[in-house]
């Protein structure tokens, strides 16, 4: 007798393709912490001089 696969582990298989991330896949956004941490930091001393220019 040869094995026919079932359905259920047909529909496994085509999720786990889902699930799978493409390799050039873009990083993920930043989360709202680090943004707000970052647009509120004290800007280091080289960039106050230039933005006093």
Not at 16 to 36: F, M
Request: aromatic residues 2%.
């Amino acid at each position: 007798m040869t094995s026919v696969p079932t359905l259920e582990a047909m529909v496994r298989a085509h999720v786990a393709t889902l699930r799978a991330a493409p390799p050039d896949a873009p990083p993920p956004p930043p989360q709202v912490r680090q943004v707000t941490g970052r647009s509120l930091a004290i800007p280091p001393p080289w960039a106050r001089k230039a933005a006093s220019l």
